[in-house]
């Protein structure tokens, strides 16, 4: 079974689709054991294949329809996120640690105003400006399930200065932290000095590490005991951040926000 899900997870946004060797080398399996392991999803209707490759059928929706409708913290920030982006038009998420990755398990509906999109003057949160042909600002991939870089997110490093120091020091130990733009944070040193800032401030603003043109702000979600189980962020343009509304008006809607889900996750 933990071949099988392997081969499963060796589908991604790089590799959408897959032969018996591409799978055997992402995997260590040999190539006669990836394609009787993907011969065995695509009977269980878990891949589509051409007789030569393979690639995710919407069968495999169903483990992240099961945990959605399931687990509660995405159930509890679902109402918080959508009243959020009503507010400010911002995109909303909520995100969990995983591995070398940070996983979306909530995100706000996405809002739309007659003749375009709402923008947003810098001023205040409160004042909506109607701009024909606005374009809403949205991270690539950011959809329900994706799996982002902790070490260039907001959110990642929003939940590596909620981890114990020698965890931390552990997860960083040796790890490759890949450059995704001219902007990313490759030097653990330099990392381990912002995640160590993080922890100071409680709010993480990252601009355009993980990809060129996004900024992000991310606080953390705790429970009733104060353990992190969450990181909540918003998604915004430069203009913004750089007007001080983020500081200004944002970062307190999203700690006001994060301590009314305190009881709930």
Known sequence: ????????????????RLNATLA???????????????????????????????????KVLRFSGSYLASAR?????????????????????????????VVIVARSVSLAASN????WDGSSLGQ???????VRLLAHGLHLGARLPVHATSTGRVLLAALPRPAFTAWLKGRDLPRLTPHTV?????????????RQADHCIASEEHELGVHAVAVPVRNMAGAT???????????????????????PLLQDAARELRPQV
């Open 1 to 16: 079974m933990a071949k099988g899900m392997a081969v499963l997870e060796s589908f991604d946004t790089d590799r959408q």
């Open 24 to 58: 055997a080398q992402r995997t260590g399996l040999t190539r006669a054991a990836a394609r009787r392991h993907l011969l065995t999803l695509a009977h269980l209707g878990y891949l589509d294949s051409d007789g030569s490759y393979f690639w995710l059928s919407p």
């Open 73 to 101: 913290l995405p159930r509890a920030v679902q109402p918080v996120l959508n009243r959020l982006a009503a507010q400010s038009r911002d995109a909303f998420s909520v995100a969990v640690l995983e591995g070398d990755s």
């Open 116 to 119: 375009g999109a709402l923008d």
């Open 128 to 134: 909506p400006v109607p701009r024909v042909q606005a």
């Open 186 to 198: 490759t030097e653990p040193q330099a990392l381990r000095q912002i995640v160590a800032a993080v």
């Open 229 to 251: 189980v969450a990181a909540l962020n918003a998604v915004v343009s430069q203009q913004r951040l750089q007007s001080g509304v983020v500081q200004r008006e944002l970062l």
